[in-house]
């Protein structure tokens, strides 16, 4: 009977080298966490994109032109640049566009980035959009560092969905219809009386005045044409639109609190006879 031979065999070297290749990726993956995040977030925001085309051709198809950007523009104002007007993509929408889509989507870095809705400003029945994303990942692999918008899908009647001539800020704001609300006053300090009896002479005794702040007013909210905000527990600053919109059941969290500003920072009061 013969002896078995030492020696390695050709499939157990490449096992060998198949747990190391592997062993090696998985520390890449490890040492470069912020790649990974940034390919995850990208491919949300592809999802996303995804589902809004759909339900943008669902819409053409009923009433023969896209969203109108007083159905799905809320955030921060219209922008326009050339004849183009854009708006940012986020939170509920309204008329009815709110039958196919109630809640639209935010970019998963919102309010760092913004997904963004592109459409012809003179047509009052848009024939054609654009939808743009800015990838954290550019098209070569590389890390996106402007922040420019570099993905982007279309209606089917423009021959480009291409995004990347849009930078990330620069646009020129068209002046707003009715003027928003002045941020609130900072506190003043206001003299009070010291209470206590006659304090007894002694070595170094000298009465002071402490001041205490007053009460910040509560301004009015915007009036019903201004988008307001208010917090949910989906969307830490989630924006509302209209008073009625917001009072709506599931749009706010409750006690209902509305803000003037997309931050949440500005809280307002709903003034009698607002809506």
């Given amino acids: 009977m013969r002896a078995r031979q030492a020696g390695v065999s050709l499939i157990e070297i490449v096992v060998v080298l198949g747990i190391f290749s592997l062993l090696v990726m998985g520390i890449f993956a490890f040492l470069e966490p912020r790649k990974q995040i940034g390919r995850f977030l990208d491919a949300r925001r592809k999802r996303d994109f995804a589902v809004l085309e759909r339900v943008f051709e669902d819409y053409y198809n009923d009433y023969q032109q ?120 900072a506190f003043e300090p ?34 019903d044409s201004v988008p307001k905000y208010c917090l949910t527990g989906t969307v830490d600053c989630n924006i509302c639109g209209s008073f009625a919109n917001c009072i709506a059941s599931g749009s706010c969290d409750w006690p209902l609190q509305l803000y003037s500003d997309p931050a949440c920072r500005q809280p307002c009061r709903i003034a009698e006879g607002s809506f």
């Fill in 66 to 185: 896209y969203p109108p950007p007083g159905e799905i523009c809320f955030s921060e104002g219209v922008y326009e640049e050339g004849g183009l007007c854009y708006c940012p993509v986020c939170g509920l929408s309204q008329g009815g566009f709110a039958s196919y889509l109630n809640k639209l989507f935010c970019d998963p870095a919102h309010p760092q980035k913004e997904y963004l809705y592109q459409y012809p400003c003179l047509e009052s029945n848009s024939q054609w959009y654009r939808l743009c994303a800015s990838l954290n990942q550019n098209s070569e692999g590389g890390e996106n560092l402007g922040g420019f918008y570099n993905y982007g899908v279309s209606s089917t009647n423009i021959l480009s969905d291409d995004c990347l001539d849009i930078p990330p800020l620069g646009f020129s704001e068209l002046p707003p219809s009715e003027p928003t609300a002045s941020p609130p006053p």
């Fill in 190 to 223: 206001t003299p009070t009386q010291i209470f206590g009896a006659t304090p007894t002479p002694g070595p170094g005794f000298i009465p002071t005045v402490s001041p205490t702040p007053t009460a910040l007013p509560l301004l009015d909210c915007p009036p």
